[in-house]
């Protein structure tokens, strides 16, 4: 559907007179596939690109969320507006979030803050499908600064880096941290570390190990500084937000904002390109039948697989003919 489509006009028509219930309305579009999604981010693609994306990751019970949280009262303090998207777990049942707007909302954000919970509907990166819109919708609707947060499942949680301009990884002195790090490639995808909960015992142990792993990166990359914090005590949370800005300022002098911005657009394209496949052909075409009585008549999965590919190729090229 295009702009003539009346809910269409009438969303966008609140939606730049900056109704925050338009807002929501139109990620909720994103999230649900609705119809009329690609014509209202057409419409809207142009006022994109100005907020800043800053992407919160690691383990499970690193302090992500407070840490956000201490941001947020940092950017609000210094007259900026904010938006954050926390994807959480999807529920088995539903598919919706688990933890829910309700509890993020009870969060200490407060005013000049917009949050905006999200489910990962079981992305293995930890970031939703419809989390590269809503970003794009809360850019366009004037916010100075986004804050992605995801899923702490630790090994697949490097999907972070492909959608944030800065990509800020959490750990602790909790067993196993800085391995789990190591074994889920942040230590390549990070442009940040922050050790929280840094008044506990084996705190500085971590950062000097993640130091010394850190000198291992390739010569010329970026070598990103390891922050200590405490977040519930909001320690170390200006010192984090200078060194967002100082990495921010770095990045637009030399270049590497408009290739991370690129690089961010094409798997961007990748993974919805994937995804309407997958949808149009799996659940759409019947492949999922075929492959269900393929399996049934004692066929290996991987030759499946690939006769489905081959199959679908083949009445490509047909058509083409």
Do not use: Y
Not at 45 to 65: L, M, Q, V
Not at 156 to 183: F, H, Y
Not at 222 to 232: D, F, G, I, K, W
Not at 257 to 275: H, K, Y
């Amino acid at each position: 559907m295009g702009p003539a489509d009346p809910a269409l006009a009438e969303l966008l028509a609140r939606f730049r007179a900056g109704g925050v219930g338009a807002l929501a309305r139109a990620i909720s579009w994103a999230e649900d596939g609705h119809p009329s999604v690609a014509a209202l981010l057409e419409a809207l693609h142009g006022e994109t690109g100005n907020a800043w994306r800053t992407g919160i990751t690691g383990p499970p019970g690193a302090g992500k969320s407070t840490l956000v949280d201490g941001l947020a009262r940092h950017w609000v303090a210094d007259g900026r507006c904010l938006g954050l998207l926390a994807v959480d777990p999807s529920s088995p049942f539903t598919g919706g979030a688990l933890l829910g707007d309700r509890v993020r909302m009870d969060r200490s954000t407060g005013e000049g803050v917009f949050v905006r919970s999200m489910a990962s509907r079981g992305s293995l990166g930890g970031l939703s499908l419809a989390t590269g819109a809503a970003a794009d919708l809360m850019d366009a609707f004037g916010f100075d600064e986004l804050l992605l947060e995801t899923v702490g499942v630790g090994q697949a949680e490097i999907d972070v880096a492909a959608a944030a301009d800065t990509t800020v990884v959490v750990l602790t002195p909790a067993s196993g941290d800085g391995i789990q790090a190591m074994k889920a490639g942040l230590m390549e995808a990070a442009d940040l570390f922050v050790v929280n909960k840094a008044d506990t015992a084996g705190a500085e142990r971590l950062a000097n190990e993640l130091e010394m792993t850190l000198e291992l990166r390739p010569s010329g990359a970026p070598r990103p500084p390891v922050l200590r914090c405490v977040a519930r005590d909001d320690q170390g949370v200006a010192e984090l937000a200078a060194a967002i800005e100082a990495r921010r300022e770095d990045d637009r002098a030399s270049g590497r904002l408009d290739r991370r911005r690129q690089a961010r657009d094409l798997a961007r394209v990748r993974r919805v390109f994937s995804e309407s496949l997958r949808a149009r052909l799996w659940d759409g075409d019947g492949l999922q039948d075929r492959a269900r009585e393929a399996l049934a008549a004692g066929e290996r999965p991987d030759s499946v697989a690939l006769k489905l590919a081959a199959r679908v190729l083949q009445r490509l090229q047909e058509r083409a003919s």
